[in-house]
């Protein structure tokens, strides 16, 4: 029966006494009919492993979950869809680009790096590494140990809040450098929208960029000319490095401060994709308005011309 | 007897169920053998894999969004005509003039941002509960492969109901496309049937919506299903060593 067919299929071949990961009790394991928590020797509780084991029906447990989980969402979306409306703005039209025109809010990480590098890493060569990274993960961690429960070693919570820290300081502190690193070649007289008139001395400077061109690579560009070069410098070749500095930073502090195995180091890694990925993604929504100019929430406007 | 007892007792009904109410060990086996959506189970499963805070359920709500977008889906199809600027129209019609459309169009937006929400957890959760690791490799590999094929339900989508919205945003996207290193004016092509954003767009996008990737993606949940069972069902603990599956505590005091 179908009992038998899971068991004999599974490409089981792990450790073999207190194999907690049994699915049941094992063929030619003597507690067939031993009751699943039949206290066991050993300084540690080693019940554990026979709880694992205890079976229970699908119908009525999990099928009851199920039904009860689906109900709720189903209902939920349903008082949702009744409340908000999905948005069908005026008619498309090629003309008039919305300012700022966004892509849906799962891509606005993407869109967010697009500020600040070339194209062809933002919306190509970065969530094609991301993709292949993510699928590459369970060949370079390969141990079947720390599966199966949450976070697996004594440390991963550590490390998870660790990495994810460790990646938003890094982030929202280059995503602040290059919205407000001003660099000016020429003395220039800026009209604020308050009419009040700004001159602004030529060298780099800390403020808001009203328009001015401002970052990381214009300061490149300011301090070493604009050349080709330069420019592939600015925009390719500085972002990489942070966008591989950083992670590999971060793996050999975890290696260094928690001792981490492989599992630890790519809880580290995953943390670091995720943590980028939702802090990102909240910039990219609540933080970008007109222009994609970074500002607090409550400063942005709808975008024009939708 | 009682009406129930009766109605069971009738040729329609033994014809449709092959087993009792599972009350009994025997039905509680048979239910799931006899049915072919509760087959995809297996008859029993450890008790600590069922609880909620293990999985969240995530799988099973993508899959649940999947199927609530498949049938808003259809039901939009009897009014949305892929064609410029008549999809527009046609959105604004469905909104108006259809009972329940603006509901059924609601239901099926909302759906849709659940399901990449929920699977972008539920990769989460396999992930921190090490369930990718051996033998669960492939099905963690082709699930982001139903990642991907999420993310691009949802974007091709996005450009149908042809308002400033859906337009702007596959600007936006499709010149990310562009700058694919080498070969982005072909890939721009490619995925724009034209050089620019129009009715050859619309018609590959809306294909590619309505039939190819929900294809995909339906063929891609079966073997992902179909392994999770060959994989000996979700993953169970392997502590590293006895000490180890003490953290995180494992609350089944709270359990039982
Ligand atoms: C359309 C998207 C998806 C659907 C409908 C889906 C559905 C499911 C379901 C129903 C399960 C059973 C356990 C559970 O509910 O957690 C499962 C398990 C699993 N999924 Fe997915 N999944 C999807 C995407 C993904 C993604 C994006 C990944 C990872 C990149 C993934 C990797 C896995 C793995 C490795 C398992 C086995 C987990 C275990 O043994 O505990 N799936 N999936």
Same mark, same amino acid.
């Given at each position: 029966?179908?009992?038998?067919?899971?068991?004999?299929?599974?490409?089981?071949?792990?450790?073999?006494?207190?194999?907690?990961?049994?699915?049941?009790?094992?063929?030619?394991?003597?507690?067939?009919?031993?009751?699943?928590?039949k206290p066991?020797?050993?300084?540690?509780?080693k019940?554990?492993?026979?709880?694992?084991?205890?079976m229970?029906?699908?119908?009525?447990?999990?099928?009851?979950?199920?039904?009860?989980?689906?109900?709720?969402?189903?209902?939920?979306?349903?008082?949702?869809?009744?409340?908000?409306?999905?948005?069908?703005?005026?008619?498309?039209?090629?003309?008039?680009?919305?300012?700022?025109?966004?892509?849906?809010?799962?891509?606005?990480?993407?869109?967010?790096?697009?500020?600040?590098?070339?194209?062809?890493?933002?919306?190509?060569?970065v969530?094609?590494?991301v993709?292949?990274?993510?699928?590459?993960?369970?060949?370079?961690?390969?141990?079947?140990?720390?599966s199966?429960?949450?976070?697996?070693?004594?440390?991963?919570?550590?490390?998870?809040?660790?990495?994810?820290?460790?990646?938003?300081?890094?982030?929202?502190?280059?995503?602040?450098?290059?919205?407000?690193?001003?660099?000016?070649?020429?003395?220039?007289?800026?009209?604020l929208?308050?009419?009040?008139?700004?001159?602004?001395?030529?060298?780099?400077?800390?403020?808001?960029?009203?328009?001015?061109?401002?970052?990381?690579?214009?300061?490149?560009?300011?301090?070493?000319?604009?050349?080709?070069?330069?420019?592939?410098?600015?925009?390719?070749?500085?972002?990489?490095?942070?966008?591989?500095?950083?992670?590999?930073?971060?793996?050999?502090?975890i290696?260094?401060?928690?001792?981490?195995?492989?599992?630890?180091?790519?809880?580290?890694?995953?943390?670091?994709?995720?943590?980028?990925?939702?802090?990102?993604?909240?910039?990219?929504?609540?933080?970008?308005?007109?222009?994609?100019?970074?500002?607090?929430?409550?400063?942005?406007?709808?975008?024009?011309?939708? | 007897?009682?009406?129930?007892?009766?109605?069971?007792?009738?040729?329609?009904?033994?014809s449709?169920y092959r087993?009792d109410?599972?009350?009994?060990?025997?039905?509680q086996?048979?239910?799931?053998?006899n049915?072919?959506?509760?087959?995809?189970h297996?008859? +029993?499963? %450890?008790?600590?894999?069922?609880?909620?805070?293990f999985?969240?359920? @995530?799988?099973? $709500?993508? &899959? =649940?969004? #999947?199927?609530i977008?498949?049938?808003?889906?259809v039901?939009?199809?009897?009014?949305?005509?892929?064609?410029?600027?008549?999809?527009?129209?046609?959105?604004?019609?469905?909104?108006?003039?259809?009972?329940?459309?603006?509901?059924?169009?609601?239901?099926?937006?909302?759906?849709?941002?659940?399901?990449?929400?929920?699977?972008?957890?539920?990769?989460?959760?396999?992930?921190?509960?090490?369930?990718? +690791?051996? %033998?669960?490799?492939?099905n963690?590999?082709?699930g982001?492969?139903? @990642?991907?094929? $999420?993310? &691009? =339900?949802? #974007?091709?989508?996005?450009?149908?109901?042809?308002?400033?919205?859906?337009?702007?945003?596959?600007?936006?996207?499709?010149?990310?496309?562009?700058?694919?290193?080498?070969?982005?004016?072909?890939v721009?092509?490619?995925l724009?049937?034209?050089?620019?954003?129009?009715?050859?767009?619309?018609?590959?996008?809306?294909?590619?919506?309505?039939?190819?990737?929900?294809?995909?993606?339906?063929?891609?949940?079966?073997?992902?299903?179909?392994?999770?069972r060959?994989?000996?069902?979700?993953s169970?603990?392997?502590?590293?060593d006895?000490?180890?599956?003490?953290?995180?505590p494992?609350?089944?005091?709270?359990?039982?």
């Amino acid at each position: 029966m179908a009992e038998e067919e899971v068991k004999s299929t599974r490409p089981q071949g792990v450790a073999p006494a207190p194999n907690p990961k049994a699915n049941g009790p094992q063929p030619g394991s003597p507690s067939l009919s031993a009751p699943a928590n039949k206290p066991e020797v050993g300084p540690k509780p080693k019940g554990k492993a026979a709880d694992d084991k205890e079976m229970v029906f699908v119908w009525p447990h999990l099928v009851s979950i199920e039904a009860i989980a689906s109900l709720f969402f189903i209902f939920s979306l349903s008082l949702m869809s009744l409340l908000v409306n999905a948005p069908l703005r005026n008619l498309a039209n090629p003309e008039l680009t919305p300012n700022p025109s966004k892509a849906p809010w799962y891509f606005l990480g993407l869109q967010e790096l697009l500020l600040h590098m070339h194209p062809a890493l933002a919306g190509v060569i970065v969530p094609t590494a991301v993709l292949i990274l993510l699928a590459a993960i369970p060949y370079i961690d390969s141990d079947r140990r720390g599966s199966g429960y949450w976070f697996s070693t004594r440390n991963g919570v550590r490390i998870t809040v660790f990495a994810a820290l460790y990646t938003m300081v890094w982030e929202l502190a280059l995503i602040i450098l290059d919205e407000f690193i001003v660099p000016v070649e020429k003395a220039t007289t800026l009209i604020l929208e308050s009419g009040e008139k700004l001159s602004v001395s030529p060298g780099v400077h800390w403020m808001n960029p009203h328009g001015l061109s401002h970052g990381i690579k214009p300061l490149f560009l300011h301090l070493f000319g604009r050349a080709p070069l330069t420019v592939a410098i600015g925009e390719i070749f500085i972002p990489s490095l942070l966008m591989v500095l950083i992670p590999y930073l971060l793996w050999h502090l975890i290696k260094r401060r928690y001792q981490a195995n492989t599992r630890e180091l790519m809880i580290s890694m995953y943390s670091f994709f995720i943590a980028s990925f939702v802090l990102l993604t909240i910039i990219g929504t609540a933080f970008r308005g007109h222009s994609m100019a970074l500002m607090w929430p409550w400063h942005i406007t709808p975008p024009i011309g939708i | 007897m009682g009406l129930w007892d009766r109605i069971k007792s009738t040729r329609l009904y033994k014809s449709i169920y092959r087993n009792d109410y599972p009350d009994t060990p025997r039905n509680q086996v048979l239910v799931i053998l006899n049915s072919m959506v509760l087959h995809l189970h297996p008859v +029993k499963i %450890p008790k600590k894999q069922v609880r909620y805070t293990f999985t969240f359920g @995530l799988g099973g $709500t993508s &899959l =649940l969004m #999947f199927l609530i977008l498949t049938l808003t889906g259809v039901w939009l199809m009897f009014y949305y005509v892929p064609s410029i600027p008549g999809a527009w129209f046609s959105m604004k019609a469905l909104q108006t003039d259809v009972y329940f459309g603006q509901f059924a169009r609601n239901l099926h937006r909302w759906a849709a941002h659940g399901m990449v929400i929920a699977v972008l957890l539920h990769m989460t959760r396999v992930f921190y509960t090490g369930s990718y +690791k051996p %033998p669960r490799e492939f099905n963690w590999a082709m699930g982001v492969v139903l @990642l991907l094929l $999420t993310f &691009l =339900l949802s #974007f091709t989508g996005y450009l149908l109901p042809w308002d400033q919205l859906a337009y702007w945003a596959i600007t936006v996207g499709s010149n990310m496309a562009k700058a694919t290193p080498f070969i982005g004016a072909q890939v721009q092509l490619m995925l724009l049937g034209g050089y620019e954003i129009g009715q050859a767009t619309l018609i590959r996008w809306y294909t590619l919506h309505v039939i190819f990737l929900p294809l995909a993606a339906m063929l891609l949940m079966g073997m992902h299903f179909w392994r999770v069972r060959k994989d000996g069902g979700i993953s169970t603990p392997i502590p590293y060593d006895e000490d180890e599956a003490e953290f995180p505590p494992q609350p089944e005091a709270a359990a039982d």
